[in-house]
């Protein structure tokens, strides 16, 4: 879990844009959400653990799906797709490199519901994402 | 199963095939599932505390006119409930420190193999109707 969430955050950071703002909660001062552009990423455990079989235990190593959900906080309606597009360039359809394991490609999970919100208090946009990928056996 | 919902869409195109006996069932298979989606969507919509109070209870499911098969629409209901809106956030709870909003894919992803296994009995019975009746 660990050393794909490491793979999965190293690889949003890659991106100019996005260096050094990938934080795992939205950003307070004073209990205050601060004004910045930045995105939102944690950890989150497997949705799918098992290796789908009917005569063996699922153990640690068995297959595990991931998704892991990306907020995109911006200080303007323009900021929003500047994060954005920045995230999904260098996250989708790239395989993260995870020692012992082999992933398949980042996707994008289609939302059901419209994802973009406005915070009229903070005077904050965000908007989510979720990638999603299977962590397997190599 | 892919991990999207294409596969979801490919099968109710392919699903316009089938024999006209088993668009009856068809639709009760539909409306089991399209039930079970409703209610799980209100549940996480609820549980999750980020969406405005008036969102869950607009979440309805309304079989839609269809000349080639049987369209279900599930989810908010605009108008139903005052503020009922169809997934606008500025209302949200918590608002930039709201949780995502993934009630209605949660809900969806949790009865995608109901759905599936509850079309396969209905097109079962229905092919077995009609080999009994000659």
Redesign the interface.
């Known amino acids: 879990m660990k050393l794909e969430f490491a793979a999965f955050k190293a690889r949003l950071e890659s991106s100019p844009v996005l260096a050094g703002k990938v934080y795992p909660v ?1 950003r ?1 001062d004073a209990e205050v ?1 601060v004004r910045a552009n930045y995105v939102v990423a944690r950890s989150s455990k497997p949705d799918r653990w098992t290796d789908a079989r009917f005569t063996g235990v699922d153990t640690f190593d068995a297959d595990r ?1 991931y998704t892991y ?1 990306v ?1 995109v ?1 911006a200080v303007d309606a323009g900021g929003l797709d500047v994060l954005g597009e920045a995230a999904a360039r260098v996250l989708l359809g790239f395989t993260l490199a995870v020692a012992g394991r082999t992933c398949s490609q980042l ?1 994008l ?14 005077d ?1 946009y ?1 908007r ?1 994402f ?1 990638f ?1 990928f299977w962590s397997r056996r190599a | 199963m892919s ?3 294409s596969e979801l869409a490919a099968l109710a195109s392919d699903l316009g095939k089938v024999p006209p006996a088993a668009v009856k069932n068809v639709r009760k298979a539909l409306e089991v599932t399209a039930r079970s989606i409703k209610d799980d969507w209100r549940e996480g919509a609820v549980v999750s505390g980020g969406y405005a109070e008036t969102y869950a209870p607009s979440i309805d499911y309304d079989f839609q006119p269809d000349s080639e098969g049987v369209t279900v629409d599930i ?1 908010p209901h605009l108008g139903k409930t005052a503020g009922a809106s ?5 209302d ?1 709870p918590g ?4 949780p ?6 949660n ?2 992803e949790a009865n995608e193999d109901d759905f599936y296994q509850g079309l396969e009995i209905a097109v079962f019975e229905a092919l077995g109707g009609i080999m009994e009746g000659g």
């Open positions: 939205v307070k959400p799906r959900n907020r906080v996707e999970v289609p939302d059901v519901e419209d994802g973009d919100g406005y915070d009229r208090t903070a904050l965000y989510d979720s999603r | 991990d999207d919902f989810g169809a997934g606008f956030l500025e949200a608002n930039v420190q709201a995502a909003q993934h009630a209605g894919r809900a969806l």
